[in-house]
C-alpha cells in the first residue's frame, strides 16, 4: 500500500520525502507553544497561558502523523536503516511527545504559566532545535547539495541523464556526487576509479554494484524495486562521475 501510494506521488511528479513537510505543524506548534507560555509568565495573563496550552496540545496531536509518515519515508527512502541522523531524530521526537505531556500536565495544575512550565517549554524548544539540525544533516550532509540534472553535459547519453535523475530522486539523500566526503553514506565522486565499493568493499564491477543495490549490506539499504533498465542507467551515471 505505501510503495503504491509513494509510486504514485512520483508518478505525479513528486519525488520528495512527506515527512519534512508536516514536521512544520509540530515543530511551528511548539515554537508557539513557548512564546505564549513566556507572555503568560511576563504579563500573568490566563489568555496566554490558555494558548499556550492549546498550541501545545495541537504539537502533540501533529505530532502522530507525523511521526507515522516519517516512519514510512525511513523505509521507502533509506530501507529502514538506522542510520545516526534517524536513531537522533527518534529519540528526541519520542523525548519532545515526553516534554509536551508533561506540558499539558503541568498547564492543568497550574493556572497561570510557571517556572516549570517554562523550563518544560524551553527543553522542548531545544528538542525541536535538535530535531531540525539532525533533519538537516540527513538532507544536506556537510557540504552542498547533491548534484542535479543541469549539471550534466548535455554531450552525455541519454542513459547517463536518465541515471542523474534516479540518482536525485534515490539516492541524493545519503551519498554526495561533487565530493568523497561523508553525507550519510560515502561521497561516490570517482566512484568507479576505485577497485573496491566503500561500503561492501566488494570489487568494483558492474554485476557487484547491481547486487549491492538489490540487497542490504550494512546500513546500505537495497532498492529492490529498481528495474534492469533503471540499473544500468544510474551504473551508467556513477560511471561518469
Not at 35 to 57: E, M, Q, V
Not at 154 to 177: D, N, P, R, V
Request: proline content about 6%; some cysteine; overall charge positive.
Amino acid at each position: 500500500m505505501a510503495a503504491q501510494f509513494y509510486n504514485f506521488l512520483t508518478g505525479v511528479g513528486y519525488h520528495h520525502p512527506l515527512h519534512p513537510a508536516l514536521t512544520h505543524l509540530p515543530v511551528g506548534l511548539t515554537i508557539a507553544s513557548f512564546i505564549f507560555a513566556i507572555l503568560g509568565y511576563i504579563f500573568k495573563g490566563s489568555s496566554f497561558g490558555h494558548t499556550a496550552k492549546h498550541c501545545t496540545a495541537l504539537a502533540l496531536l501533529a505530532a502522530i502523523p507525523t511521526l507515522i509518515v516519517g516512519y514510512f519515508d525511513w523505509q521507502h527512502f533509506y530501507g529502514g536503516a538506522f542510520l545516526f541522523p534517524i536513531k537522533m531524530k527518534l529519540a528526541l521526537a519520542m523525548i519532545l511527545i515526553g516534554l509536551l505531556i508533561a506540558s499539558i500536565f503541568t498547564t492543568i495544575k497550574h493556572k497561570t504559566p510557571s517556572t516549570t512550565l517554562l523550563l518544560i517549554h524551553l527543553f522542548a524548544l531545544l528538542v525541536v532545535a535538535g530535531i531540525g539540525f539532525f533533519g538537516g544533516a540527513l538532507v544536506y550532509g556537510k557540504k552542498s547539495p547533491p548534484v542535479t540534472i543541469a549539471e550534466i553535459d548535455s554531450a552525455k547519453s541519454e542513459s547517463i541523464a536518465a541515471g542523474a535523475k534516479l540518482f536525485e530522486q534515490s539516492c541524493s539523500f545519503c551519498h554526495f556526487t561533487n565530493s568523497t566526503d561523508v553525507k550519510v553514506g560515502p561521497g561516490l565522486k570517482d566512484f568507479f576509479a576505485k577497485e573496491k565499493m566503500p561500503v561492501s568493499g566488494w570489487a568494483m564491477t558492474d554485476a557487484n554494484l547491481r547486487k549491492q543495490l538489490l540487497t542490504p549490506f550494512s546500513q546500505m539499504p537495497p532498492f529492490p524495486q529498481l528495474t534492469n533498465q533503471e540499473i544500468e542507467a544510474l551504473t551508467e551515471y556513477l560511471k561518469s562521475l
